[in-house]
């Protein structure tokens, strides 16, 4: 399912939604991956939004029982469906709980939300709580698995001091990133 989403297979995904239909799943577990593939296909859709499926997805997103990469992926990927201020409070409450995971995977993803947060941040130009994300990327020690994660903290954190304080000399900083 997920490659699908990556690869941009509309027509994988909807078979996808068949093999689920036609598993032996119980109905609980049907409902929740043909709601993921449901997200995954609104995600490939943004100019034809359905907002019952993005209410749906945002109702159900963390109804799925355990942090798993089907879950990272859906919310990390549908964090638009959220206002800056609910995408703020969730990555606080998922940072705060999983970092002091050593999983590599986890580190990745709990920096691919902070990202996240810190790009909305700079489409709506609010930049009072990220703070605390820049902090969490400062506080993990930089390895090569992580070089690529941390570099575009560091980008994106001199990219807002330019946006805050037009600090040309931040903008050299993100040419020199």
């Given at each position: 399912m997920e490659e699908a989403y990556y690869y941009v297979d509309k027509d994988k995904l909807k078979k996808v939604k068949l093999m689920i239909t036609e598993s032996e799943l119980s109905e609980k577990d049907k409902e929740i991956q043909n709601l993921i593939a449901?997200?995954?296909?609104e995600l490939l859709n943004p100019d034809k939004s359905d907002q019952k499926i993005r209410e749906e997805i945002k109702k159900k997103i963390f109804e799925i029982?355990?942090?798993?990469?089907t879950k990272f992926m859906l919310y990390c990927n549908s964090m638009r469906f959220y206002s800056l201020a609910n995408n703020e409070a969730i990555v606080r409450k998922i940072i705060e709980k999983y970092q002091v995971r050593e999983s590599m995977l986890v580190k990745k993803s709990l920096f691919s939300l902070a990202i996240n947060v810190l790009v909305l941040s700079i489409e709506e130009n609010k930049f009072e709580n990220i703070d605390f994300y820049i902090d969490f990327a400062n506080k993990v020690p930089t390895n090569p698995d992580l070089f690529f994660y941390k570099s575009a903290m560091t980008f994106f954190t001199y990219f807002i001091q330019y946006k805050k304080n037009q600090d040309k000399s931040a903008l050299q900083y993100c040419d020199t990133i």
């Open positions: 449901d997200g995954l296909l029982p355990k942090f798993n990469s």
